[in-house]
């Protein structure tokens, strides 16, 4: 969430040269887990990096990336370590598990990112940007080029294909309910020219045809309401459990205390009671687009 503060966490480093093709950008939990293993396995047996970089048959400077977490091992790694620690199986099966960094996400993000792919529903509010689920190629592209400091060219694109990577989500989890309701001063927010308004609304308006996905908007006669401390999501884990997410600028807060999610969930449902109904808001965005 949070391109500039809120619709989709980006990252703010350059993509790597192909210099540095074997580093990771942005090191998962996966491969510094798989990484500690490693060197603990190595240790346990008496081995040096040198030694075991000798038996693995990669250079000590790969051994140490990997053990740091800092390199997707390669195949052939994964079966001269194992051979070389014992043949247990051990790094044969975590290997299997092994995922890339997320460039084009903001650190802060990542977690709340890898929850929504798995969530069994999702809800999200937001009064600054149009939620980055929902938003156009173009919108995306804007947001990210308006940003301070200002993007490489390498980072824009690792940034919007990132975005366009978390809305697939979308299209790939038909089951599974996405709830989002946007202020309509959002939706008003001119940006490009009139072509690029209306391939924004266009995108909002097929995005939120599935029967999966609810689309709400809070009229600019709606008044005060109980959500404006800010943007807030509110997901469901696959265990029931459910949790909350904020964010602000260059920040995100990951929400697990039951009693402040309890809260967020109440203010969530209270402002859906009082926001315009799902045809009412398509409506409102049918109007809007006719306007341009």
Request: hydrophobic share 35%; charged share 30%; net charge neutral.
């Amino acid at each position: 969430m949070a391109e500039v503060g809120g619709a989709g966490g980006v990252v703010t480093r350059a993509a790597p040269g192909a210099e540095e093709w074997e580093r990771e950008p942005h090191p998962s939990d996966s491969l510094r887990t798989f990484g500690a293993v490693v060197q603990a396995l190595r240790e346990h047996a008496g081995l040096s990096r040198v030694e075991f970089a000798t038996l693995v048959r990669f250079s000590k400077h790969t051994v140490e990336s990997v053990e740091l977490g800092r390199r997707m091992p390669e195949r052939t790694f994964v079966e001269r370590a194992e051979e070389a620690l014992g043949n247990t199986g051990a790094l044969r099966r975590a290997a299997r598990h092994l995922s890339r960094g997320e460039p084009g996400l903001a650190a802060w993000f990542r977690r709340w990112a890898r929850l929504e792919r798995e969530a069994a529903s999702l809800c999200t509010y937001e009064c600054r940007l149009v939620p980055g689920l929902l938003q156009s190629e173009t919108y995306a592209r804007a947001v990210f080029e308006g940003t301070i400091p200002l993007r490489t060219d390498e980072e824009l694109e690792a940034q919007l294909a990132a975005r366009m990577d978390r809305q697939s989500m979308m299209r790939h989890r038909p089951t599974v309910p996405f709830s989002f309701i946007v202020e309509e001063h959002v939706l008003r927010r001119r940006f490009g020219d009139a072509e690029a308004m209306r391939e924004l609304f266009d995108h909002v308006l097929e995005r939120s045809v599935p029967r999966n996905v609810t689309l709400q908007i809070v009229p600019l006669e709606g008044g005060l309401h109980a959500c404006l401390d800010g943007p807030v999501q509110v997901l469901e884990t696959p265990e029931g459990r459910r949790l909350g997410y904020s964010e602000g600028q260059k920040n995100g807060r990951l929400i697990s205390d039951p009693k402040e999610v309890s809260v967020l969930c109440q203010r969530y449902e209270t402002l859906r009671s009082q926001a315009l109904s799902p045809k009412e808001s398509r409506a409102l965005l049918e109007r809007l687009r006719g306007e341009l």
